[in-house]
């Protein structure tokens, strides 16, 4: 579904508003799987590393994004009169969206003392 820079400021307002909101929905599933990550126990990480599953599904949300990421950059690079409101929500989703790449890279390069041997 390609959003369309519209004349109106309002229309554009809605797009973001809306490419926003679907990617705030995935972003729900990369919380609770970072939080997973966060949880996981320290003795754990020390010998056996991050949780390299939880890293490639928190991967696998941040991909699904990349779509729409692009496409709410674009429109944010069209819209010369969209609202402070929903320029700061993108801004936000994207920072967030990055956030999770980092964490989802860093997991799955985790190693432990003994991590070579759980893979």
Not at 70 to 76: G, P, R, S, V
Request: proline letters at 1%; hydrophobic letters at 35%; aromatic letters at 6%.
């Amino acid at each position: 579904m390609p959003a369309k820079c519209q004349s109106s400021g309002n229309n554009i307002d809605n797009n973001i508003a809306e490419i926003t909101g679907q990617i705030e929905e995935s972003m729900l599933a990369a919380a609770e799987i970072e939080e997973r990550i966060r949880s996981r126990n320290f003795f754990t990480r020390i010998f056996l590393g991050g949780d390299w599953q939880a890293g490639r599904e928190l991967e696998e949300v941040v991909n699904q994004n990349n779509e729409r990421i692009e496409e709410l950059k674009q429109i944010m690079e069209q819209c010369g009169n969209c609202s402070d409101e929903e320029m700061e929500n993108a801004e936000t989703v994207i920072r967030e969206h990055k956030r999770f790449k980092a964490v989802a890279v860093i997991e799955q390069k985790t190693r432990g003392l003994f991590g070579w041997f759980k893979r």
